[in-house]
């Protein structure tokens, strides 16, 4: 089955650019899409089709996909950013995957 | 604007079955299928299956076939989550979530508020 590989934790200090990888086989070859999970709330998703922002979604997060890596970078990183960041893809023999997640933490 | 109401928390002991349910509105709902995601105590996210709201096909992850019916109701424009056998480690927070493409790349925009199933004797 298909697998994708974060990070377990990431820290950057408020201001700074925080980047967030997830790793795949020949990930390049789909579209990755990043979801911002705060406590005891549903996910939102920041970035889709790989570097997409939905509305509503601040310009400083931003995204890339080439490789077999997948990067979620958020630019001016400020505290409301920390939070669990999870990846995820599709992949034909399995559908969606979701990588294991990513805790964010500003400091 | 787009809403995902999910039925509230239950609480079923092992071997047990319990049905979510998830009522959309706000959008035509054949328009869109419906996925469904679980996360259990302090872990990761982790992809269920999907259902399309159109034709009732359904696909899921190998490790919740046989166990995991999704259904549609139109009339209602509502989706059913049925889990049969449960085990303690099938506690978890049940999010639905609606089916978005872009240019053939799906993701999940609008979420439900999400389902605590509890199992334990």
């Known amino acids: 089955s298909y697998e994708l590989t974060q990070p377990p934790s990431v820290s950057v200090s408020p201001g700074q650019t925080a980047s967030i990888t997830c790793s795949g086989d020949k990930l390049g070859d789909k579209y990755a899409c990043w979801y911002q999970q705060k406590p005891g709330q549903s996910p939102v998703l920041v970035m889709y089709h790989d570097s997409k922002r939905p509305s509503g979604i601040p310009e400083r997060f931003s995204g890339s996909n080439s490789g077999n890596t997948a990067t979620l970078t958020i630019s001016g990183t400020q505290p409301m950013d920390e939070a669990d960041y999870y990846c995820?893809?599709?992949?034909?023999?399995?559908?969606?995957?979701f990588g294991g997640g990513t805790k964010l933490t500003v400091l | 604007q787009v809403q995902l109401v999910q039925s509230g928390g239950e609480v079923k002991e092992p071997g047990a079955s319990v049905t979510v349910s998830c009522k959309a509105s706000?959008?035509?709902?054949?328009?869109?299928?419906i996925t469904w995601v679980r996360q259990a105590p302090g872990q990761g996210l982790e992809w269920m299956g999907w259902?399309?709201?159109?034709?009732?096909?359904?696909d899921s992850e190998k490790k919740f076939q046989g166990r995991v019916t999704m259904t549609t109701d139109t009339s209602t424009n509502t989706v059913y989550m049925e889990m049969r056998s449960l085990r303690s480690d099938d506690t978890a927070v049940y999010y639905c979530?609606?089916?978005?493409?872009?240019?053939?790349?799906?993701?999940?925009?609008?979420w439900g508020q999400g389902t605590l199933v509890t199992v334990s004797s």
């Open positions: 706000g959008y035509m709902f054949i328009t869109h299928g």
């Open positions: 259902i399309s709201s159109y034709n009732g096909n359904t």
């Open positions: 995820q893809a599709w992949e034909s023999s399995t559908a969606w995957v």
């Open positions: 979530a609606r089916v978005d493409y872009y240019e053939s790349s799906g993701y999940f925009q609008h």
